[in-house]
């Protein structure tokens, strides 16, 4: 059983610039989240894709954005980067069925640093 | 307001028995998670209560009282490998969505 990576490990961007991150899910889970972790913070969440469609999103501008692939991959995109952008990207994964939740899976995250 | 409320820090000797607890006023409850997260590293999953009572599961023991919107996370013989973060996460929908705390610091001290 294969657990949830996250690529790139670490990444430094300029402000203004548009990235991109990327998960695995772990085989078998359907379904993919995101949360941005500030330095001595606990998670926030970004979104959730379920069947490549948007399933929920915290508040984020729509400047973050994501796709879900058929084989359970995602991405995550984030426009016009700010410095307060700057932070832990952990993807999750889990599998979600009749009204049962699976603890979240977390990939080791993308530590991203907007100059 | 939403709020899921911890400590931020908490230092104990090893050997010894902590106690981490965290209050919650959030919108939706379908549970309550425990991650354990070290420096660097991801979230693990430790724990998750649903219904009110103590989970145990080896040295860590959980306990929820969903009329207080309570919870605590035991750590029981404590190890230098135990220095870690320490998250209190509701699940707030049917779907899988967590609103975490900003996290305990426990420390481990010889």
């Known amino acids: 059983e294969t657990g949830v990576t996250q690529s790139p490990t670490h990444l430094i961007k300029t402000r203004g610039q548009q990235v991109t991150l990327r998960c695995s899910s772990q085989?078998?889970?359907?379904?993919v989240s995101w949360y941005q972790q500030a330095l001595g913070q606990g998670p926030q969440f970004i979104f959730q894709?379920?069947?490549?469609?948007?399933?929920g999103r915290g508040n984020f501008p729509p400047r973050f954005s994501g796709l879900q692939f058929p084989n359970y991959s995602s991405e995550l995109n984030v426009n016009a980067l700010e410095l307060d952008d700057s932070a832990l990207y952990l993807c999750?994964?889990?599998?979600?069925?009749?009204?049962?939740?699976?603890?979240?899976?977390f990939g080791n995250g993308t530590r991203l640093t907007v100059t | 307001g939403q709020n899921i409320d911890q400590p931020t820090e908490m230092t104990a000797t090893e050997g010894a028995i902590v106690q981490i607890n965290c209050t919650y006023q959030?919108?939706?409850?379908?549970?309550l998670f425990w991650y354990q997260q070290h420096a660097g590293e991801a979230p693990t999953f430790l724990s998750y209560?649903?219904?009110?009572g103590l989970e145990e599961k080896g040295r860590f023991s959980s306990f929820l009282s969903r009329s207080k919107g309570y919870s605590y996370l035991l750590l029981k013989e404590l190890q230098m490998k135990d220095s870690a973060s320490y998250l209190c996460?509701?699940?707030?929908?049917?779907?899988?969505?967590?609103?975490f705390g900003a996290g305990t610091q426990v420390v481990v001290t010889p």
């Open positions: 996460a509701v699940l707030t929908d049917s779907w899988g969505k967590l609103q």
């Open positions: 999750a994964s889990s599998t979600v069925y009749g009204g049962y939740n699976s603890p979240l899976h």
């Open positions: 085989s078998g889970h359907n379904t």
């Open positions: 894709y379920y069947r490549e469609e948007e399933n």
């Open positions: 209560n649903v219904l009110d």
């Open positions: 959030t919108s939706g409850f379908n549970g």
